[in-house]
């Protein structure tokens, strides 16, 4: 499907047509400076680190010539305005996780996670070595986007709730804080959904406005300070079992960079993607044995719930069907996650289980 039928049939279609008359960035002395916007509250554990990261690496990489000028969530734009924000001209780059941006083209899912998707490792063999930096380009294209990895959460935990989930029918009218095609599919078991700003999640839990929420997982969750208010933790979910951040420059800009530059924004989101990736796992399993110290009870969800998950997250992925960009880049996830997952299933799970066996 060509650029022109997206922007008819998108809210944003206006201000995305506009980026033809993208205003100039700064440049003073030979310098030049991008604004990027992003998703997140400023300090937000992990995620507002991870734009930074990339961030202060062109800075430094470019040894100031490209001057990165981030501005958080409510800063420029709001949290959820970014993408338009950066089609329309108002802002040179986003970072974010790019399921937020399902309602441009649900293909976005794919670049940060989708139900019963790949962990850090797979959606990495995908992207660099595999097909999925062409689609990222070839979907980018359509809205007038050049974008990179820029992050990854790893394995995000299932959530905090109000009491135990015993069966499906406990998320019958719950209301549930949880973005993308994961949200889509919890709808579908009965859940109110609500897809909220993460600067926004711990005031909507305090006051009752959401029953329960996910976020990241221990070390960002116990810093969001969920635990004060809920004692209920599931450690394991079915919608981001590995949720990697974009970095995305309108097109037009990157287009104008010199060579060194555009390498240096590559090369500084990579940086970043494995950077944050590591600050999420080093950090998790201190943060988990704090919070069950604080009283905190962890928990998985019964197989009854993973089953009616499995059933509405196929659901959720099949309503997009027919749309050819979004079928070819969901047949080439699948057949680079069941390679993957074939051997890593096999190498380093065998492993584990016989490490965790035999040295206790």
Sequence with gaps: ???????????????AAAASTLAAPAYAQGKRTLTLVTTWGRGLAGVHDAAQRAADTITAMSDGSLTID????????????????????????????????????????????????????????????????????????????????????GPQAGGWFAKEIAGPEDFQGLKFRMPGLGGQAL????????????????????????????????????????????????????????????LATNLDVFDSLSPAHQKIIEIAAG??????????MNNNGAALQRLQAGGVKVLEFPDSVWDAMGTAAKETMDQYAGDDLYDRLRASYNASMAASSGWITRSEGAYRTQRDRVMG
């Design 187 to 246: 709808g579908r078991m009965g859940a109110s959904v609500q897809n909220l700003p993460g600067a926004e999640v711990y005031q909507a839990l305090a006051s009752g406005a959401i029953d329960g929420t996910e976020w990241i997982g221990p070390w960002a969750d116990e810093k969001a300070g969920f635990q004060e208010i809920t004692k209920f933790y599931y450690t394991a979910g079915m919608h981001e079992p590995g949720a990697a951040l974009s």
């Design 70 to 153: 981030l501005k958080a969530a409510g800063e420029l734009v709001g949290a959820f305005e970014v993408f338009d924000a950066v089609t329309s001209g108002q802002a040179d780059m986003y970072h974010g996780a790019d399921y937020y941006f399902v309602g441009q083209h649900p293909g976005y899912a794919f670049f940060t996670s989708v139900p019963f998707g790949m962990t850090p490792q797979e959606i990495s063999n995908w992207y660099y070595n595999g097909e999925g930096h062409g689609y990222h380009d070839e979907l980018g294209s359509i809205f007038g986007l050049k974008s990179f990895l820029a992050g990854n959460t």
């Design 1 to 15: 499907m060509d650029r022109r039928s997206f922007l008819r049939n998108s809210a944003l279609g206006g201000t």
């Design 271 to 280: 940086e970043a993607h494995q950077w944050n990736l590591a600050q999420f």
